[in-house]
């Protein structure tokens, strides 16, 4: 059975500061997928993450893909408070398209 | 181009009574998943329906939950007899194919007093 696990799950940090989110999982995967939530919104896609090395970047979120460690990091450059939202990786399980979600980290930026 | 609808975005049922939440695929995509989540959680799959078909439904509960998605019209998640352990929020994502992103809609806030 595929599981996701993020970590952390919250993290408070300053504007200006760089900080990683890390999410692993546990078996093989076609790919990876970041979501941003805003509380009591929906999900909006960040990444989709389909090979070994991939990096993607947009604004100060960079996201990477170690498909052997089956390990993402999504990377906050200089963090504003308009980032402050919950991030979810998604993982989909090879060969078979449900997504299986982490428990999401709540991140929050304070001046 | 309209993304996915949900409605309603709210509803507030007691328990016993019945609760249908209506999903409508992105224009072009013909697969249609739902997802719960539950406070302070990630979103956990519940059923995969294509045009007619269930595809896979293995996180849908046993009893009172089902789902269809037929020829004409939204796609119907129904939750028969409530209990105050189904609120939650109920998302749905389309995708043009299977193995495709997932587009997710506004969700349906279900209360269950």
């Known amino acids: 059975e595929l599981k996701v696990e993020q970590n952390p799950l919250f993290l408070s940090m300053q504007e200006g500061k760089n900080y990683t989110i890390y999410c692993n999982y546990s078996t093989t995967s076609d790919r990876l997928y970041w979501y941003r939530q805003d509380p009591g919104k929906s999900l909006e896609s960040l990444f989709v993450l389909l090979s070994n090395g991939a990096v993607k970047q947009e604004g100060r979120l960079m996201a990477s893909l170690d498909t052997k460690a089956r390990l993402s990091t999504l990377h906050i450059t200089a963090a504003v408070h308009d980032l402050s939202a919950t991030y979810f990786c998604a993982v989909e399980n090879s060969g078979n398209t449900p997504l299986v979600f982490g428990k999401g980290t709540r991140l929050s930026v304070i001046a | 181009n309209a993304g996915v609808m949900q409605n309603p975005r709210h509803l507030v049922r007691r328990r016993g009574q019945e609760a249908r939440l209506r999903c409508s695929p992105m224009?072009?995509?013909?697969?249609v998943y739902w997802y719960r989540q539950l406070p302070e959680e990630g979103l956990k799959f519940m059923v995969y329906l294509q045009k007619e078909n269930i595809i896979d439904e293995s996180g849908m509960p046993k009893e009172r939950f089902s789902a269809e998605f037929p020829k004409e019209g939204p796609s119907i998640l129904r939750i028969q007899q409530v209990v105050r352990g189904d609120s939650a929020a109920y998302f749905c994502?389309?995708?043009?194919?299977?193995?495709?992103?997932?587009?997710f809609g506004p969700g349906t806030r279900l209360l269950v007093l």
């Open positions: 994502a389309s995708s043009r194919q299977g193995s495709e992103t997932q587009y």
């Open positions: 224009k072009g995509h013909s697969h």
